[in-house]
């Protein structure tokens, strides 16, 4: 059974960074693509980042030279580095394992000043 778990999300000013953790229980996290999703109220769900299990990153036009996604394979965990962020970064961001289709349940980051 695969279990990925979130933190870092929190309430932040426009301009701020903050850093967002996932760890993944359960699955074989180091060949796994790993992805950071967000959902804005009354809007989908839609892809921030994801990387590869050999490293490879890409990026939402709306992210890119904002944040960077990382992973450590030595800690089962996957970060999403959030800089510059504006409120329109408002949004529940979700981890997602690629490869075995499973969802974290959530972060919570709200950009407000």
């Known amino acids: 059974q695969v279990r990925l778990v979130e933190s870092g999300g929190g309430l932040m000013q426009p301009g701020e960074s903050l850093q967002l953790s996932c760890v993944a229980f359960?699955?074989?996290?180091?060949?796994?693509?790993m992805g950071w999703y967000r959902q804005a109220p009354g809007h989908e769900r839609e892809l921030v980042a994801i990387?590869?299990?050999?490293?490879?990153?890409n990026y939402a036009d709306s992210v890119k030279g904002r944040f960077t996604i990382s992973r450590d394979n030595a800690k089962n965990t996957v970060y999403l580095q959030m800089n510059g962020l504006k409120p329109e970064d408002t949004a529940v961001y979700y981890c997602?394992?690629?490869?075995?289709?499973?969802w974290g349940q959530g972060a919570q980051v709200t950009v407000s000043s």
């Open positions: 997602h394992n690629e490869l075995y289709n499973y």
């Open positions: 359960g699955s074989i996290f180091s060949v796994s693509d």
């Open positions: 990387i590869t299990s050999h490293g490879s990153t």
